[in-house]
């Protein structure tokens, strides 16, 4: 098309102007767009809109064999793919009827905790650089891709490791392993002072997120929040306590919270739980290798596996919020149905439009981020 | 009526002309700036190539957040229909020289994805790529092997068949549209104007135009006057 051809759109009357955020744009979190009705920088409303990344999991998974599922699955949400896994194996295991031997449940809670570090240090730097400053994006990165390097050690895989299946684990731990998770451990901890003065602390963030897409108790319910989003809002819901799922309920900790709602809530929030994470991961060294045993229930050939009747839902707490699977299966060699709950998609659709409403223009990036949504969850 | 814009190219009788011309291939493999289009999961492994631990800007590669300034375009994983349509209007905004990188299989081949209703399964044939990185998802390494592979070939493209996959476009454009009407609709229309463009770079062929081509002409609505379309 010429380009004399291409004629703006044109509104009514009035003072208000439409801007796109996104798809491709520094302040957008990944494949998503935002568009936004503007009075001057007060933005009357915004409105999702998603579907860049769709690929039709739920619809993929309908056309595969149980075991090769396990191969997608962790691509449905990128910065913290090990919930995915395991969730979906736990809906396996419940219709199958088999439980994972106890070696392999205290690796998995390991492995979900570690994924738990890694995704939250990435939000730091991606928040961060909403407001403006680039280094904790340097350093979270940085930090992040040691836990990515221990996840090479054990799964052989940086960021997918496909390293559950239906019954277990797929491989011991390699020698020496705890000790390198011990030091690492040691690392982040040192790092502690480092980061609250750089990020938690600095005023020049503080002032930007306090009061910032702040939620009620009551809104973030009606809103289906859940996650460190809902802990941020002062209600202390949390799957792993309140539903207990693998060695959760022999573990120790805390499920930290905050009053206020808003974004500076939320990443302390998470700020606190990456110290939990650190805290659970420590009682995981100290009690693994009393813990002695097979790591894998036994399952037949799994090229042609019938999966008996029945359906299960499975759910574990990601470090997004509440995650779930929903397997049916009608006794085939392929699952019959598959449903993911992820708690994404109530975040950066509603909760985002919701946040969006009376925010100015220069916050709705921080807003986005600090929901810590991520995009091809929301579109699967 | 309308008036066929005339651009000659001037003959080069400069005997020191490829002396320049390397120069300015040098400089230009050793300053490129980058846009990246998260389209998928391989976007997970950009900041880390991106910051301290690998540091791509040692590479003389730097982010950039405008398509019109930018070099490189790089797709980072599976194109989903939708994307492809923004993707498509990112390229040809893009200034020449400009070059694609398609990181992951999802790019290659569809990769995962092969058999979803909704990914576009070959980027190549909706635009020239330079230079695919494979796996899934490429390690940081393979990443920056890649970008320096592309300086590489922007370097030493003497004989232009490497660092110029950009001039395709314009080359076989009628092929690159085939494919993209085939995916949208044979309305489909860009706000670019490429075979213009073509035109004045001197690089249109006979394998610009075709069939598709009119069909592009035929969907267009109608050269009105300026003045009539300002109210
Ligand atoms: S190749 Fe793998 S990592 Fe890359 S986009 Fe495709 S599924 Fe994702």
Redesign the pocket.
Known sequence: MRPENYQAVKLGDSNEYEIFIGPNHPGIEGNYAFRLMLDGDIVVSGKADAGYLHRGFEKLMEGRLWIQNLA?VP?IC?PDPAPMEVAYSMAVEEIMGIEAPIRAQWIRTMQLELSRVAAHLFTFGGHAATTGMYTPMFWGVADRDLVLDLFEDFTGGR??SIYNIPGGVRRELPPEFLQKLSNLLDYLESRQNDYDNLLFTNQVFVERAKGCGALTQSQALELSVTGPNLRACGLAYDVRRDDPYLVYDELEFDIPRQKHGDAYSRILVRRDELFQSIRILRQIIERLPSIKGKIRTPIPNPLSWNVRKGEAYARVESSKGELAYYVVSDGGDKPYRVHVRGPSSMHAVQTLEFLAKGARLEDVAQIMFSLDACPPEVDR | MKKELKIKQKERTNPLAHVFDDFIRFCQSKSLFMLHYCT???AIELPPAMTSRFDMERLGIQPMVTPRQADILLI???VSIKTLKRVILTYEQMQSPKYVIG?????VNG???WQSYATAKKLNEYMPVDVYIA????RPEAVMAGLQRLKDNIRNDKKEHKGSAWKDYFKRYDYYLGNQQALFGEDWQTPTDIIAEAKLYGLETEETYGKHTKLLEKHQTPLLPQEMRIK
């Open positions: 997608i691509r990128v960021v997918y | 998928g999961c391989g980072t994983g599976y990181i992951c299989s999802c790019t990769g995962m994805y796996g899934c998802m490429p």
